[in-house]
């Protein structure tokens, strides 16, 4: 009878996630149009393509900024690049004589630039010629590489516990940075180019201004390796992911741990910010993808999508897309569709930031929580996506690379502090709710109550099972106690 009842409140419980996870995101935007939450609610990720043809674990991915290439490096020592373009096949680029760790694309798009094992890099035309350069830039595997926002240097990190920059024009040695302590597993330049974030294996995540070449603070909550590190695309923000299956968060001006996600059940090994600065996404060894919200500080999508752990993931220039790998040896693109805000302004906003010489210290983009201000919008027909294999056809969205993601929604980008007033509360818009979304929520409710009498039950089972059980050890200990003395 226990287990049943168990049985029971599990399947409760399960259809209730399921429940929450399409009704309650959206339950915020009920006050201005009930039509645009179910048609938010249907809008979940959707997996557009697979490509299959690497022999190993796949590393690293990125998209072409032209939206027409998607580039793959694995442990089988090839660099892949995948054309979306329907009937065009893939390159394979062979030339490393190890594992390829990572691969990024220029911010042109003209160049690929991937680092392997071999403890060299290489820098190749994603055309079908192939042609590479190649130099060796480490005395060690060399783990990560980046281009800097003007694509004029490189940046690579190494297990020989150096970061080194480079020039991209005949590859020329900069200058080297040497305080980790161990190996270091990835390297990233901020969207304004002037500082690094570095993440190692001595369980620590460094801070680096460019110009000056110095550690400028160092983050040590990590409880394990530190496998990934980003910039927020406000350039104010950075996120690390390491094996101790956590995702953190940091304000780089305050020096303040932000937020702090304990969602993965394995050790996280990617991470990728959204274009719009409001989703974060992570791969793990539990095979599974994790979306998070920031601006609502939560977990929004959990995909399962490969066979094994998930190794590494991208989302696109413009957040349309994001790219996924594993230890399946698959690539899988997927169409976000989540992203139903109008952030062209937000970019605008970043962009800007970026481009002066000196920006001013300006974060409003994650905050723990922010309001929301919602519009309506038309939105706009999306053809069918279609995707049945590595030969299969490409979606005409996918090919398309001048396509925006569908608008139905606009979340507010800036977030502002309430002004002091006099009146410390406003009074409540009046929300009227359709009576079909009414009786969902009524069910639920009915539900809740059934889960509340279940666990009163178990409660009662469990006491009873206590009593007995200290019962059955008062009895044993008596007939102990009585034997003794036979003996």
């Not at 979340?411 to 929300?431: G, N, V």
């Amino acid at each position: 009878i226990f287990e049943i009842i168990v049985l029971e409140a599990v399947s409760v419980f399960s259809r209730f996630d399921t429940l929450f996870a399409y009704f309650l995101p959206d339950l915020r935007l009920y006050s201005t149009s009930v039509a645009s939450v179910m048609t938010s609610v249907l809008e979940d990720p959707t997996l557009e393509r697979h490509f299959k043809g690497h022999r190993d674990t796949v590393t690293s991915l990125d998209f072409n900024p032209n939206m027409k290439q998607l580039a793959s490096g694995s442990m089988d020592s090839c660099l892949m690049v995948w054309n979306f373009k329907p009937q065009m096949r893939a390159y394979r680029f062979v030339g490393h004589k190890d594992a390829v760790m990572s691969v990024v694309f220029s911010p042109s798009g003209h160049l690929v630039a991937s680092a392997s094992r071999d403890k060299t890099v290489r820098l190749w035309i994603p055309s079908v010629k192939g042609e590479s350069t190649v130099f060796k830039s480490h005395t060690a595997t060399v783990r990560s590489v980046d281009f800097s926002p003007d694509g004029q240097s490189l940046l690579t990190a190494s297990d020989d516990k150096s970061i080194k920059v480079w020039t991209v024009h005949r590859q020329k040695f900069q200058f080297s940075l040497n305080q980790h302590m161990n190996w270091v597993r990835c390297a990233r330049f901020s969207p304004d180019g002037r500082m690094i974030v570095s993440g190692s294996d001595d369980k620590t995540v460094k801070l680096w201004d460019r110009n000056t070449k110095e550690c400028v603070h160092t983050f040590f909550e990590h409880g394990g390796f530190v496998n990934s590190v980003a910039f927020h695309p406000s350039g104010t923000c950075i996120a690390a992911a390491g094996t101790d299956s956590t995702v953190k968060v940091w304000d780089i001006r305050t020096n303040r741990l932000l937020q702090h996600y304990q969602v993965h059940t394995a050790a996280v090994n990617g991470l990728s910010f959204h274009a719009s600065g409001n989703y974060l996404i992570t791969a793990s060894n539990d095979s599974t993808l994790k979306i998070l919200d920031l601006l609502e500080g939560r977990l929004f999508y959990t995909l399962h999508g490969h066979q094994g752990p998930a190794t590494t993931v991208a989302f696109s220039r413009a957040g349309d897309f994001f790219a996924s790998g594993g230890s399946d040896e698959q690539v899988m693109v997927w169409k976000t569709n989540f992203d139903q805000v109008d952030y062209s302004e937000v970019l605008k906003s970043h962009k800007a930031r970026t481009d002066q010489p000196h920006p001013p210290p300006h974060i409003h983009d994650i905050p723990p929580r922010s309001p929301h201000t919602v519009r309506q919008v038309q939105r706009p027909a999306v053809p069918q996506a279609t995707a049945t294999g590595q030969n299969g056809p490409v979606s005409n969205s996918l090919a398309d690379f001048s396509l925006t993601s569908a608008d139905v929604a606009m979340r507010e980008p800036e977030y502002a502090p309430p002004a002091p007033s006099a009146a410390a509360t406003q009074p409540l818009e009046k929300q009227t709710i359709p009576p079909q979304l009414a009786n969902t929520l009524e069910h639920i409710v009915g539900q809740l109550d059934v889960i509340t009498q279940t666990v009163s039950i178990l409660e009662q089972r469990l006491s009873m099972t206590e009593n007995k059980l200290r019962e059955a050890l008062d009895n044993q200990q008596k007939i102990t106690l009585q034997v003794r003395p036979t003996d």
